[in-house]
């Protein structure tokens, strides 16, 4: 299997540097910094096989600088899309290129700011709170609702179902360990030594609040309001009805038993007038059609106008013929 990169998309360097008291201290707690490491790998990792799946592999290069005030960390991400599966891509299949990546998780921007668009975002404006519930907005967004105070965010999917995957928040969780750790007071995303986001000891609590409270609700799917369908069909009546009052009346509608609601017809008071429904009377009309809510609901029928009427066929009632009565012997004179 052949390999081959994504050109100047599949490559993307950016900084981290963690801000300390001290400006010419570039010393960091060795565990502190060997799980940050480790968490910037996994995050970028994880945010790859969940928005690519197996199209695309990513490597995570880190070389140390110690000529800035703080101790800062280059990094390289070199992302590589596989040639073999390139041209069965479609635009509903493309590959979410390194900058991309970088920016849903928000170590290139997304973060600061009043637009929420990153994981580290979305963790920061959640602040550990419970959310209510989750529901689709349009084909790629969601709208999050948080549980008591009404707050509602609009967000992307992918970023949301990464925010909240419990690998994702380990990482996290792992990549603010200096902060966490009292090592550094702030950390700052940067591109050619210009910082595109901040994250303060305020901002790494609400996140770390956030990772806390672990994976809130997964989403709800948003069935959408079944519109109703006027059809022209052919029903036969399958239960007789002898209650001019009844607004449901059973059909057979397609080999199917249904129950139409006859309301807004005069169906019921004209079977009164012929004197009776009857099973297989035949009945063309104009039905409103509205599909069940639930996948496992029945839809609704309602007719709205009488097309035309056949009565069924029936059997014809011949009169008996009278038994001839035998005769009987005459009984002989004595």
Same mark, same amino acid.
């Given at each position: 299997?052949?390999?081959?990169?994504?050109?100047?998309?599949?490559?993307?360097?950016?900084?981290?540097?963690?801000?300390?008291?001290?400006?010419?201290?570039?010393?960091?707690?060795?565990?502190?910094?060997?799980?940050?490491?480790? %968490?910037?790998?996994?995050?970028?990792?994880?945010?790859?096989?969940?928005?690519?799946?197996?199209?695309?592999?990513?490597?995570?290069?880190?070389?140390?600088?110690?000529?800035?005030?703080?101790?800062?960390?280059?990094?390289?991400?070199?992302?590589?899309?596989?040639?073999?599966?390139?041209?069965?891509?479609?635009?509903?299949?493309?590959?979410?290129?390194?900058?991309?990546?970088?920016?849903?998780?928000?170590?290139?921007? %997304?973060?600061?700011?009043?637009?929420?668009?990153?994981?580290?975002?979305?963790?920061?404006?959640?602040?550990?709170?419970?959310?209510?519930?989750?529901?689709?907005?349009?084909?790629?967004?969601?709208?999050?609702?948080?549980?008591?105070?009404?707050?509602?965010?609009?967000?992307?999917?992918?970023?949301?179902?990464?925010?909240?995957?419990?690998?994702?928040?380990?990482?996290?969780?792992?990549?603010?360990?200096?902060?966490?750790?009292?090592?550094?007071?702030?950390?700052?995303?940067?591109?050619?030594?210009?910082?595109?986001?901040?994250?303060?000891?305020?901002?790494?609590?609400?996140?770390?609040?956030?990772?806390?409270?672990?994976?809130?609700?997964?989403?709800?799917?948003?069935?959408?309001?079944?519109?109703?369908?006027?059809?022209?069909?052919?029903?036969?009546?399958?239960?007789?009805?002898?209650?001019?009052?009844?607004?449901?009346?059973?059909?057979?509608?397609?080999?199917?038993?249904?129950?139409?609601?006859?309301?807004?017809?005069?169906?019921?008071?004209?079977?009164?007038?012929?004197?009776?429904?009857?099973?297989?009377?035949?009945?063309?009309?104009?039905?409103?059609?509205?599909?069940?809510?639930?996948?496992?609901?029945?839809?609704?029928?309602?007719?709205?106008?009488?097309?035309?009427?056949?009565?069924?066929?029936?059997?014809?009632?011949?009169?008996?013929?009278?038994?001839?009565?035998?005769?009987?012997?005459?009984?002989?004179?004595?």
């Amino acid at each position: 299997m052949v390999d081959s990169t994504t050109g100047d998309g599949g490559r993307r360097k950016f900084q981290v540097a963690y801000i300390g008291e001290n400006p010419d201290d570039h010393t960091i707690d060795a565990d502190a910094l060997g799980a940050a490491l480790v %968490g910037y790998a996994q995050l970028i990792r994880i945010a790859n096989m969940e928005l690519n799946k197996n199209r695309a592999t990513v490597k995570l290069l880190v070389e140390s600088d110690f000529e800035h005030k703080c101790f800062n960390i280059n990094f390289e991400l070199i992302q590589t899309v596989l040639d073999t599966i390139r041209t069965f891509l479609d635009d509903k299949e493309a590959v979410a290129n390194a900058t991309a990546l970088l920016t849903k998780i928000g170590v290139i921007g %997304g973060v600061a700011g009043g637009a929420v668009a990153s994981v580290f975002g979305y963790l920061k404006w959640k602040k550990g709170r419970m959310v209510e519930k989750v529901e689709n907005s349009g084909s790629n967004n969601v709208i999050v609702h948080i549980h008591g105070d009404g707050n509602t965010l609009n967000l992307a999917k992918d970023v949301y179902q990464l925010a909240e995957n419990s690998q994702v928040l380990a990482a996290v969780d792992a990549a603010l360990a200096p902060v966490v750790n009292k090592e550094a007071k702030r950390v700052e995303f940067r591109q050619d030594d210009r910082p595109l986001a901040v994250l303060d000891e305020n901002d790494v609590k609400a996140i770390e609040a956030s990772v806390s409270a672990g994976p809130s609700l997964t989403l709800t799917p948003t069935v959408p309001d079944p519109s109703p369908q006027t059809v022209t069909a052919t029903l036969h009546v399958y239960s007789p009805v002898f209650d001019v009052k009844a607004p449901m009346w059973r059909f057979l509608y397609r080999n199917k038993p249904i129950y139409a609601d006859i309301s807004d017809t005069d169906i019921a008071r004209d079977a009164v007038k012929r004197g009776g429904s009857f099973r297989n009377d035949r009945y063309r009309v104009k039905v409103e059609v509205t599909p069940p809510k639930k996948p496992d609901g029945d839809a609704h029928y309602k007719i709205i106008q009488v097309l035309d009427f056949t009565p069924a066929e029936q059997q014809i009632t011949m009169p008996l013929k009278k038994p001839r009565k035998k005769r009987g012997s005459r009984s002989a004179k004595a």
